[in-house]
């Protein structure tokens, strides 16, 4: 299964400001990794080490809890974060 899923990027930020966020998760096989907020999936890498969400102009609307999910045919891992 895959190990448990790093975020790196700014999780601080003010309105306005450009927002990056990467996770990701190491396995083998390669994993399919989501990054979602809420049940809405905002990016998807398949059979890559990682997915990185960009928005330009971050707003209020960005925030709330976001989750990275890493799977493969041997299980899942994931790591929540606001």
């Known amino acids: 299964a895959p190990r448990p899923p790093w975020v790196n990027g700014a999780t601080w930020l003010l309105a306005g ?6 996770c990701g ?4 096989p390669a994993p399919i990794v989501t990054l ?4 809405r999936v905002v990016a998807t890498a398949v059979y890559e ?5 960009r928005v330009p102009a ?17 299980g899942e891992s994931s790591a929540a974060f606001n």
């Not at 400001?17 to 990467?22: A, D, F, G, R, V």
């Not at 979602?36 to 049940?39: D, K, L, Q, V």
């Not at 080490?49 to 969400?53: E, I, N, R, S």
């Open 25 to 28: 998760a190491r396995s083998h």
């Open 49 to 53: 080490p990682q997915v990185t969400l």
């Open 58 to 74: 971050a707003s209020p609307g960005d925030g709330g809890e976001y989750l990275c999910r890493a799977e493969n045919q041997h």
């Open 17 to 22: 400001e450009p927002l990056s966020l990467t």
């Open 36 to 39: 979602a907020r809420g049940r």
